[in-house]
C-alpha cells in the first residue's frame, strides 16, 4: 500500500523520519510518495500551501500521514492544516488520550486512569473563516452548523464507540445560549443515538465538561464536539494525559484521511533532534490500525509503551533526574523493544487485514442535503444596519419604511433587544439589527425583501441581512435577549 507522507516543517522532518525508520526497522507493508506542502511551498508562491503534484497524490492515494506545518504570518493566506482538513472533507478530527504508563501526571500518581476519545467536528464552525467588519467598530463572524454536516460526524462517532466497546458516549454543547446552532448539533447527536441502544448517550453543556473533566476524567469515554469547542476540549484532554508530545490526531473523511500530531512545528527547539516523536507516532500507528494494519500498530504500540514504562525519555517528559535522550536515541530504544509487552495496556496482536481497496474516485463534488420536512415560509427580514442614534430616533425611521407588507417588531443591539423595551444602561455599538416581521402573518416574498431593503437604504448602510424563515411552528431564528 502507498501513502502520501509531507515531513513538515520545524521539527517535523525529525519526527517523522524517527518514526518512518521504526516503520522500516518493524517491516512495515507500506510504501512513501513523499509530497511537497508546508511553509516552504507557500513562500514559493502557492497559496494554498502545496504543489498541485502533491494534491494530485493526495486524493490519489487517499491517505496523508503528515509533520506539522507552518503556515507565513501576515500575508492573507489561510492555514494549510485547516485548508487540508476541509478541502478533503475529512469531517471527524478523532484524537485519544491514554494515561500512559511512564508520563507521570497527577492523575496517574492519584491512580486515575483516564481513556478519553474526543470526536471533533472538523470542518464547519467558525472554522469556515467567514467574516466581516460590518462597520469600522464592529466584527462579525458566521458560523455554519448543517445538519448533514454534523449527522455525518455523529455518525462517525457512535461507529467509533461501537468498536472501541465503549460504555458512553457524550455530546458536549453549549445549546442553552446558541440554541438554532449547537441546538441542531444536540438534535442531529439524539437522532444518531437511536440507532445505538447499547451505548449510554448523554449531553452536557461544554463549561460543565471542562470542569468535570478535570475534576472526573475516568468518568468519560467518547465525547462528541462541535469545531471550536472540540478544539479546546481537546487540548484541555491533552493536559490530562502528558502534554501536547503525546496527543495524536486522525482526520476522518470518506475517501481521504489525514494523521498528524496535535502539536506544532516547535520553532523554538527544531534542527536540534531533542523532539518528542511519541504523538505523530501514536498518529502513524491509528494509521496503521485505519489501514488494517493492525499487527503492526500492536507491535509497535506495544514497544512504545514498554520503552516509556522503563524510564526512556526525550527532555520535555518524565522523571528529570534521569538523563534525556534524543530524537534518533528514542526511536532506536524503541526498535530495540520490539517484541516486549509493557506491563500496563499491551495491546493484542491481531493479525494484519488483508490489503484495503484502494480509494474512490470522484467525478464531481458530493452534495449532501437532508430531507426537508414541513414547507419553508419567509415570514420576515433582520436588517443590519449602520448607525450611531438612539434606538427611539432609528425605530422612527425605520417604521416609515415598513410600508403595508411590514411591521418592525424589534430593535436589538449587539443581541440584546433596545426598542420597543430597553434600558438606557445597555451600551451601545454602531451597528444594530432591525426586524421586521410580516404585518398581517402571511408569507413573504424575497421580492418583498428587496423592496423594504431599498426603501430601508435611503435612510441607512444596511451592511447585511438574514431572512426570517419558518418551518412549520418551528422559528428558523433566534430572539434578541429580552424580546
Ligand atoms: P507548538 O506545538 O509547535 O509548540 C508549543 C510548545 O510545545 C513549544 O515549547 C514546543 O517546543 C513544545 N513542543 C511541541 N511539540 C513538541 C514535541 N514533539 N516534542 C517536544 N516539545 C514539543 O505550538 P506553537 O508554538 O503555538 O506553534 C508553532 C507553529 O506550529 C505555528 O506556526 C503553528 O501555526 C504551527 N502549528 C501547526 C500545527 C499542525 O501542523 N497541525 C498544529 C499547531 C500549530
Known sequence: ???????????????????????????????????????????????????????????????????????????????????????????????????????????????????????????????????HMLTHDVALSRRFITRPGSMQVIRYAFEMARQKNAKRITCGHKANIMKITDGLFLECFYEVAKEFPELKADDIIVDDLCMKLVTRPDTFDVVVLTNLQGDIVSDLCAGLVGGLGFAPSANIGDHISIFEAVHGTAPDIAGKNIANPTALLLSGIAMLRHVGLTENAAIIENALLYTLESGVRTGDFGDRNKPAVNTTEFAEAIIANFGKKPEQGAKEIIANKPGTPAPFKLEQNSMMVSKEGEKEVITGVDMFIESDEQPHVIAHKCQRHAGVKFSLVNISNRGTQVWPTGSVYTNLVNQYNVRFESLDGSALSQQDIIGLYVSLSGNFKICSLELLNMWGEKKGYSLAQGQ
Open 1 to 131: 500500500m502507498k501513502i502520501a507522507v509531507a515531513k513538515g516543517d520545524g521539527i517535523g522532518p525529525e519526527i517523522m523520519d524517527a518514526v518512518l525508520r521504526i516503520f522500516e526497522a518493524n517491516n512495515t507493508p507500506l510504501e512513501y510518495e513523499f509530497v511537497d506542502m508546508g511553509k516552504w511551498v507557500f513562500d514559493k508562491g502557492f497559496n494554498n500551501g502545496m504543489t498541485p503534484e502533491a494534491k494530485m497524490s493526495i486524493e490519489t492515494l487517499g491517505l496523508l500521514f503528515k509533520g506539522p506545518m507552518e503556515t507565513p504570518k501576515g500575508k492573507g493566506v489561510k492555514s494549510i492544516n485547516v485548508t487540508a482538513r476541509k478541502t478533503w472533507n475529512t469531517f471527524a478530527n478523532k484524537r485519544a488520550f491514554q494515561t500512559l504508563h511512564g508520563v507521570d501526571t497527577v492523575f496517574s500518581k492519584a491512580g486515575i486512569p483516564i481513556d478519553i476519545t474526543v470526536v471533533r467536528e472538523n470542518i464547519e464552525d467558525t472554522y469556515g473563516g467567514i467574516e
